[in-house]
Every structure is written in C-alpha cells, then in structure tokens.
C-alpha cells in the first residue's frame, strides 16, 4: 500500500486529473452550499439529490433542473448558482491560477500544466496571459450584456432597479457561459417576441461559444481575415453553417406548430427561430415550449447539442471543430485525395485520430445513456434521446422530463453533465501531454474496410 508524500504524488501525475479533481471539488462545494436551510425557500434544506444536480449543472454550465430555479432557491441559492456558473465558465484551473495570481503574483511550473490543459494553452509562458485574457473577456462582454438586459428589464417592464441589475447580471453570465438558467419559471416563453431580451442574449451565448482563443484572435486580427489561424478559419465557417442550418431548420418545422410558433406574427417567428436556432449551441434557454415541438424537430436539434461549440470556451458537444475535422476526412477519403486539407493548411494525422476518438466516445456515452433510459422509464425513444444528449453536451434544453426521471436516471445525467463538460479536456490534455512514441513499427497489414 503506498501513503505519504509518495502517495499524493502519485495521485495526479497528469494534469487532466487536476481539472477532474477541481471541478469534482466545485461540484462538492456547491452541493454542501445549496443544502443549507438558507439557500432554500421554505423549510429546511433541498434534498442531496437536488442539491448535487443542481450544482453538477451549474458547474459544467448545463442548466437541467430538477426544481424550479426561482420558486425553489432563495437569493442566497440563486447568488451560488450564478458563483458556481462562473467558475464553471471561467474553467476551474484558470480560476485557481487567477485567485494564485492575485495572491502570489507568480504561477508555478504546476500551475501552468494544468491551466494550460484546460485553456488549451500551447506554451507555458502563455499561461499567465491567457488566464487573465479569459477573465477581461468574460466579464466585459457579461457587463455589457448585463448593462442591456438591465436596461430592458428596468425602462420596459417596470421591475425595481435593484432586481432589474439581478435580472440582467444572471442571465447575462448564465448567458455567455452557456449555462441556460434562468430567473423565470418557464425560461424566457415570456419574452419570446422581445428582441431587447432575445438577441443580446443570443449573442452572449454565440460569443461564449466561440471559444477564448477565437476572441482572442478576433480583437487582435479582426481586419486582416488573411492572418487568422487554421482554428479560428474553423470555427467561425462551422458556426456560421451551424446558425444558419438551425435556424432555417428549426423556423421551417415549427412555422404552423399552434404550440410553438404558430401563434405568433412573421417577425416573432424569425425571431424566436432564429433564438432557438441558437440555444442548441449548449444554452439552454427556450423562447417556447420545447415540450410542444415536433420529434422531428427534435431530432435535428440532437445533432446541433451533440455538435455544440468551439473549444477552450463556454461550450459543449463534440465541438464544431472535431465534426468540421471529420467533415473534410470523410471529404478528401471521398475525393480520394491522399491528404485532408483545410483552408489551404494540411491537416496533421494525430489532429484526426483525436477527432475520431472524442466522437466514438461521445457517441457511446449518449447510445449507451438512452438505452439506459428506455429500459427502466417509460419515455419515450426521442425524449429519452434528447434528454440525454442535453446533458451530455451541456446544453439544458429539456423536452420537461428531467424532474420527474427516477433518482438513478438522475444520477446519470449528473453524471453526464459532468462526462460532458471534461471529457473532451481530458481526452485531449491526455492525447496532447502524453504521447507515446513507439521505437519501432509493426508489420502492416490491411483489413476489408466497406
């Protein structure tokens, strides 16, 4: 048996294991938070259960809930769940490596390994600059959303000014964090025609999943499209396509649907597609009644969360850069071109067996997720379906089943959620920090491929 110092050095001998052990570390805070007394409204404490789901989404920035946000929690449950949401979006190393900053002045070589796993970052020297680049981003584009949100909340619907700053600070980080909680009980159904609310909000979410090194990249090369990296050229094309596919995807199918867009005017249906188009991006924010779609419409927006967004940002799924890798893998083996090449760049081969891997893993992990739910619930294929796959890519779109799942389905989304929000880091961090570099080569053989 090993203890001591040797032990613990043993314990996290990789840095994606520290970000594990961050973020598990967060979710136990969180959870001990909201089963205080004061954190609920009513009587005594939320249930574990309900406290560990709760703070598992805000954390990995989901937005699934199992309790109504703003009748269940009181101000001071709210205030832990938009704490938990920002760090959660912050990423939980490049929060300790800010608070180490602030304090210290300096990053450890550790330090740097695992911000630099989760960030994404290529150098270490990088580090103390990219952490404090993802903190000045998130909070100026969060302000400036607050400041709209606060505007609207206040001068257009007569809210007190002290709960139109909350109003506006809430959903503006739950926005561009991705997360997808809202203030109101039936998510913003109430708001679906105001652009003043919707777009903003839209936007933040579209910001958020770009990823940091995109915006980064973005003010400092905004004119000069020539210069931008591979990266960058990505994910902008994927989450044009994206936005645009979903959009027109989405308004299309639910145009005549009297439960959805079908009441509203020309200018609310653009709107509210074009809002919705946009939420399946990991935000879980609804304009309508999701319950009231269509399964087919469903079934394209599955596509969209398992996609998600960019890397090194607020987003989840597989990301838009893993599926735009496959894309032009499937496109060159297609063409019968030996190489896949992108924008003028050739893709290295190490790019694709990450991409390939990331995917297979995601899928087993929804296949295996779903079977699970249509074995021991009675849901049905497409909600079982998108439940999961919500949780998985940490959208918080929900067809309203999640709070009446049995306590083991719970579970699983917890578990999902959390999966879902590090698993692509890890895979990664593991694939990128720890090569193996075999000394010698085996005999080549092909098998029947097809």
């Given at each position: 048996?090993v203890t ?12 994606a ?52 946000t ?20 912050f ?94 009980t ?7 025609t ?84 946009v939420?399946?991006r990991?935000?879980g ?8 779609m ?41 063409r ?50 998108f ?27 917890t ?36």
């Amino acid at each position: 048996m090993v203890t001591g110092p040797r032990w613990r050095r043993l314990r996290f001998r990789h840095p994606a294991q520290v970000v594990v052990a961050g973020f598990a570390a967060a979710v136990a805070v969180g959870t001990a938070l909201l089963t205080l007394p004061v954190a609920r409204e009513g009587p005594g404490g939320a249930s574990l259960m309900e406290a560990l789901f709760t703070a598992t989404s805000a954390v990995c920035v989901t937005g699934l809930v199992v309790v109504d946000t703003p009748s269940y929690w009181t101000g001071f449950g709210e205030g832990v769940i938009l704490a938990l949401i920002q760090v959660g979006g912050f990423g939980i190393m490049t929060f300790a490596s800010l608070l180490v900053v602030l304090v210290s002045r300096r990053l450890g070589l550790r330090a740097r390994l695992t911000a630099a796993a989760e960030t994404k970052t290529l150098g270490l020297g990088e580090v103390r600059s990219v952490v404090a680049g993802v903190v000045r981003v998130s909070l100026v584009l969060e302000a400036v959303t607050a400041t709209v949100l606060t505007l609207r909340f206040g001068l257009g619907y007569d809210e007190p000014w002290p709960r139109a700053v909350w109003l506006g600070v809430f959903h503006a980080v739950s926005a561009f964090n991705n997360a997808g909680f809202a203030l109101y009980t039936d998510s913003l159904t109430g708001f679906a025609t105001d652009p003043w609310i919707c777009l903003p909000i839209a936007f933040a979410v579209i910001a958020g999943g770009l990823g940091f090194p995109v915006l980064f990249e973005l003010r400092r090369r905004l004119r000069r499209p020539h210069t931008w990296s591979l990266h960058t050229k990505i994910v902008l094309w994927a989450t044009g396509a994206f936005l645009a596919g979903g959009t027109v995807f989405i308004t299309a199918l639910e145009w005549s649907n009297p439960g959805t867009l079908g009441p509203l005017d020309v200018r609310g249906k653009l709107l509210t597609g074009f809002f919705q188009g946009v939420m399946p991006r990991t935000a879980g924010f609804n304009s309508v009644d999701i319950g009231q779609m269509n399964p087919a419409t469903w079934l394209g927006m599955d596509v969209l969360m398992f996609v998600g967004g960019a890397s090194a940002g607020t987003a989840g799924g597989i990301k838009v850069t893993t599926f735009a890798v496959l894309f032009f893998v499937i496109y060159a083996e297609v063409r019968g071109e030996g190489a896949v090449n992108i924008f003028n760049r050739r893709l290295h081969g190490d790019v694709q067996r990450q991409a390939l891997t990331v995917v297979l893993l995601a899928v087993a992990a929804v296949a295996a997720s779903t079977i699970v739910f249509m074995v021991f619930t009675d849901f049905s294929l497409d909600r079982s379906l998108f439940e999961v796959t919500s949780a998985f890519a940490t959208v918080g779109l929900s067809t309203g089943i999640t709070a009446d799942l049995p306590v083991p389905e719970q579970i699983l989304l917890t578990v999902l959620m959390f999966i879902g929000r590090l698993g692509p880091v890890t895979v990664a961090s593991a694939l990128a920090l720890r090569p193996r570099v075999r000394m010698y080569d085996l005999p080549e053989e092909r098998p029947v491929i097809g």
